[in-house]
């Protein structure tokens, strides 16, 4: 198994995915990436990355992509702003964050 589907799976699997929405699920080395829906924390992004002390490091925060003005033809930057940086997360723990972060149910 990958780390990503490691990461999925304490975190509640299809169950998760159901109850909270998330999609775009993404497994880049020792990290899972996923865009939340709208939420209490307004955090659009969450990146779970497995770190070397078997702790994770979950990185909620909100992610603007860069537009072009079709006016004026400049393009503004892609914006990422931090909403909350936890580290040291055990894998019992993961649910219990991030329901405290966005106010969305893991499960029922």
Avoid at 71 to 95: H, I, N, P
């Amino acid at each position: 198994m990958k780390v990503a589907d490691i990461i999925l799976e304490q975190l509640g699997g299809n169950k998760f995915l159901a109850m909270t929405g998330a999609k775009n699920l993404l497994a880049d080395g020792n990290t899972l990436r996923m865009t939340l829906p709208k939420n209490y924390s307004r955090a659009n992004r969450l990146w779970i990355t497995l770190n070397g002390d078997d702790t994770y490091t979950m990185d909620f925060f909100r992610f603007t992509a860069g537009r072009l003005n079709r006016r004026t033809y400049q393009f503004t930057a892609d914006k990422k702003e931090s909403v909350k940086v936890v580290k040291g997360v055990y894998c019992d723990m993961l649910q219990e964050i991030f329901t405290a972060t966005t106010g969305m149910n893991t499960r029922l």
